[in-house]
C-alpha cells in the first residue's frame, strides 16, 4: 500500500511570493491534515478536509489556505510569504479519526 | 480543548538502559492517545496507539505505553535502548469526534554509546 505523498521535497522562495504544497492521501482515505512544524514549536495544526470541505483550521491567517480535489489529494497554499513561514509542512491523512499516517513532508525556506 | 505536555524535551540515555518518555494529557473524557517517532528528515511514524481498549499498549520497535486515567498519563518506555532509537518522540491526543490532534511539543531522545 503507497504511503502519504507530498510534493515538492524542498521548495525555496522569496518574501511576499506564494507557495503551493501538494499532498496525496493513502487510498481509501477522505481525511487530510495540514501540519507546520518549525523549528522549537513542535506541531502545530493547520487544516483539516474531509470529503471535500474544510471541517476545521488552526489558529492561522487567512494567507494560509487550501483545497481537497475530488480523488481526496489537497493542496495548500500560503500567500504573501513572510520569513517565519519557513518550516517542515507536513500532510497526514486518515481512514477514520483515530489515526493519522504522515508523508514526508515538504521543507519551505522564505529568504 | 485539549492539551498534551511533554516533559522533558531532551532526554539522554546511554545505549541499553531504560527509556522513559513522559506524557500527559488534559481531557475531560478518555481520549484516543498516541506516539509517534519522527527522524531526522522524515515525517512521523507512528509507534502505537490507546483507543479505550487494554491499557497498556505494545508498538513497534519494543516500546510499550500505559493509559492511567487517575494520573491522565500516557508515558512511553522501552527496556533497552538501542543507538537506532535517536529521535524526536510526539505524543498526541485526538478527541472522539476527529476534529482535531493536539500534539505535545516533543522529546528529543539522545542514545549514548
Known amino acids: 500500500e503507497a504511503g502519504v505523498t507530498q510534493s515538492p521535497t524542498h521548495l525555496i522562495k522569496t518574501r511576499g511570493q506564494q507557495a503551493t504544497l501538494r499532498c496525496s492521501p493513502i487510498?481509501?482515505?477522505?481525511?487530510v491534515y495540514w501540519y507546520q512544524q518549525a523549528l522549537g514549536l513542535g506541531l502545530q495544526f493547520l487544516l483539516w478536509?474531509?470529503?471535500?470541505?474544510?471541517?476545521n483550521r488552526g489558529n492561522f491567517p487567512p494567507r494560509f489556505s487550501g483545497r481537497q480535489f475530488p480523488n481526496y489529494s489537497s493542496e495548500l497554499n500560503v500567500n504573501a510569504l513572510e520569513l517565519e513561514d519557513s518550516a517542515l509542512y507536513l500532510c497526514?491523512?486518515?481512514?477514520?479519526?483515530?489515526?493519522?499516517?504522515f508523508g514526508p513532508g515538504t521543507r519551505l525556506t522564505v529568504l | 480543548a485539549q492539551s498534551v505536555t511533554q516533559l522533558g524535551s531532551h532526554v539522554s540515555v546511554s545505549e541499553g538502559a531504560l527509556v522513559l518518555l513522559r506524557c500527559n494529557y488534559s481531557?475531560?473524557?478518555?481520549?484516543?492517545l498516541f506516539w509517534y517517532v519522527q527522524y531526522p528528515n522524515q515525517g512521523l511514524q507512528l509507534l502505537l496507539k490507546y483507543t479505550s481498549a487494554a491499557t497498556l499498549v505494545k508498538g513497534i520497535n519494543g516500546f510499550e505505553a500505559e493509559f492511567k486515567k487517575s494520573e491522565t498519563s500516557f508515558h512511553l518506555t522501552k527496556p533497552s535502548a538501542h543507538m537506532s532509537d535517536a529521535a524526536e518522540y510526539f505524543c498526541?491526543?485526538?478527541?472522539?469526534?476527529?476534529?482535531?490532534?493536539?500534539f505535545g511539543t516533543g522529546t528529543s531522545l539522545t542514545v549514548i554509546p
Open positions: 498526541a491526543v485526538s478527541d472522539l469526534a476527529g476534529n482535531q490532534f493536539y
Open positions: 497526514a491523512s486518515s481512514p477514520d479519526y483515530n489515526e493519522q499516517f
Open positions: 478536509y474531509d470529503e471535500g470541505e474544510e471541517r
Open positions: 481531557s475531560s473524557v478518555p481520549p484516543y
Open positions: 487510498s481509501g482515505h477522505t481525511s
